[in-house]
T-cell receptor, first 114, second 116 residues
């Protein structure tokens, strides 16, 4: 069974600063990886996903993530954040060849200060 | 195209009462999922429907929870009788098909349940 660890429950950052949200996963088989974002009073929406190929994945709103198989990580980065990036970010993993049902982490609240 | 809709957005009930949450998936999506998030914790899988059939209900906490998806369209999740630990946000998600979809889900805004 797979699992996801998001070590940081909250990440405060100033506007225009870079940010990295950490995600580590555990699985005995190959995986697909996802980052979802939840803005206040909205549902989760897909930010980006890694299925195969290039380990650097670019998503919406200037976010990107890098799949590191040896470190079982899929950290999310943005070089310069905006106030509107304030939201909760969830990392998720699903196993290839299995049920494809994603397992989510506990989320990281990104708080961007002016 | 309408997204996944959930009703009610917020429900406050007393311990021992019954609550029914409803989810309308995106039209044409055969797969429907229920997840729950207890405050500050991970979003935990409850169950998965493919059309009207329960494909995986391994995440259902106990027999106080009953999910249905009549006709393979909307789904309901009933909690009876509700307990304090059932409080949380219940998310519904849908996807068009398995495998090739690779786990990408489309979520509703969630139904917040508060049990007093």
């Amino acid at each position: 069974a797979q699992s996801v660890t998001q070590l940081d429950s909250q990440v405060p950052v100033f506007e225009e600063a870079p940010v990295e949200l950490r995600c580590n996963y555990s699985s005995s088989v190959s995986v697909y990886l996802f980052w979802y974002v939840q803005y206040p009073n909205q549902g989760l929406q897909l930010l980006l996903k890694y299925l195969s190929g290039s380990t650097l994945v670019k998503g919406i709103n200037g976010f990107e993530a890098e799949f590191n198989k040896s470190q079982t990580s899929f950290h999310l980065r943005k070089p310069s954040v905006h106030i509107s990036d304030t939201a909760e970010y969830f990392c998720a993993v699903s196993e290839t060849g299995g049920s494809y049902i994603p397992t989510f982490g506990r989320g990281t609240s990104l708080i961007v200060h002016p | 195209e309408a997204g996944v809709t959930q009703f009610p957005s917020h429900s406050v009930i007393e311990k021992g009462q019954t609550v029914t949450l409803r989810c309308d998936p995106i039209s044409g999506h055969d797969n429907l999922y229920w997840y729950r998030r207890v405050m500050g914790k991970e979003i935990k899988f409850l169950l998965h429907f493919v059309k009207e059939s329960k494909q995986d209900e391994s995440g259902m906490p106990n027999n106080r929870f009953l999910a249905e998806r009549t006709g393979g369209t909307y789904s309901t999740l009933k909690v009876q009788p509700a307990e304090l630990e059932d409080s949380g946000v219940y998310f519904c998600a849908s996807s068009p098909y398995r495998g090739q979809n690779s786990g990408e889900l489309f979520f509703g805004e969630g139904s917040r349940l508060t049990v007093l």
